[in-house]
């Protein structure tokens, strides 16, 4: 990997982990909601997904770790913005906590689409991202179907 393609991909696979980090947070206040009801359900899969997708994430830059030069993952200071988490805070209606979970599930998925164009088509990274961008185009769906107010019971697996 050239030197200015490198940085450019350890930007962006941090960002990436910062909001999968976010996700995971931002799940997990939504799970502390009184009366979620099924909604329940979504919200501890949209958790295990963020906890299981950061340590994935974690290995691509592992594995690319030996060409680059940079701070671990870990060191980064991946911080919820106040906005967003006291949003989350101060909603009481499912549809309210679905619109702010699914506007960070849209930047998450940006993200996974302008990181695909640094891997090769068939390596094991690019196709564990497409992965997780199957998996949260899915969870941004079931969050659109809850914020219109018309989520009927949906089944996920835990695994990503």
Known sequence: MEDAKASEFVLMIRALWNEQKNRELLYLEAL???????????????????????????????????FLNDLELGDTSAIVSKNVLSTIESAHEKEDIAKCLKKTESATLQLYKSLRSYLDKDSEARIMLEEHLIRISEFYEALSKLERGNLKTISYTAAA
């Open 32 to 66: 502390k909601k009184e009366s979620m009801g099924s909604f329940r359900r979504v919200l501890s899969q949209g958790h295990v997904s963020a906890l299981l997708f950061q340590k994935e994430i974690r290995w691509i830059y592992d594995y690319f770790k030996c």
